[in-house]
Each structure stands twice: as C-alpha cells, then as structure tokens.
C-alpha cells in the first residue's frame, strides 16, 4: 500500500476465507480488495467482479489500485 501511497488508515481484514486468502475492506469509502499468499509467498492482489461464463468472478489485478477500482461489493 505505501508503494502505490494508499493510506491504510480505515482499513479492516474483513474476512479470510481460507489461510491463503486475505479480504480487505474500508468501510468509510465502501471500498474493497482481496489478497492471495502463494506458497512460495508471492502475492497477488485480486477483485471481486461479475461472473464470466465460467461462474469465476475473482480477478487479478496488477495493483491495488486497480483491485480497489474494480471491485463490485455486493
């Protein structure tokens, strides 16, 4: 976050679904991201979006930004 000068301040682990998966939530701004740890610690930001034929709808994205402008909170 301090990379791409997100404040953090607000910002709450609302969920995680599984030990790999870290959901992000700003309740203030209704804002959102998600966050997945591979085994070899690598970390991939994701959104939540509309389902794509195959009924997946989390995304990669390529920074948080992104992840936070893409995410549709249902």
Same mark, same amino acid.
């Given at each position: 976050?301090?990379?791409?000068? @997100? !404040? @953090? %301040?607000?910002?709450?682990?609302?969920?995680?679904?599984?030990?790999? @998966? &870290?959901? &992000?939530?700003?309740? %203030?701004?209704?804002?959102? &991201?998600?966050?997945?740890?591979?085994?070899?610690?690598?970390?991939?930001?994701?959104?939540?979006? !509309? !389902?794509?034929?195959?009924?997946?709808?989390? &995304?990669?994205?390529?920074?948080?930004?992104?992840?936070?402008?893409?995410? @549709?909170?249902?």
């Amino acid at each position: 976050m301090r990379n791409e000068q @997100i !404040e @953090i %301040e607000g910002w709450t682990l609302d969920e995680r679904p599984l030990d790999t @998966i &870290f959901c &992000f939530y700003h309740p %203030e701004s209704k804002q959102a &991201f998600d966050i997945l740890v591979t085994d070899q610690s690598k970390i991939t930001t994701y959104y939540s979006g !509309e !389902e794509d034929e195959n009924g997946i709808n989390s &995304f990669p994205a390529k920074t948080i930004k992104e992840a936070i402008e893409k995410y @549709i909170i249902e």
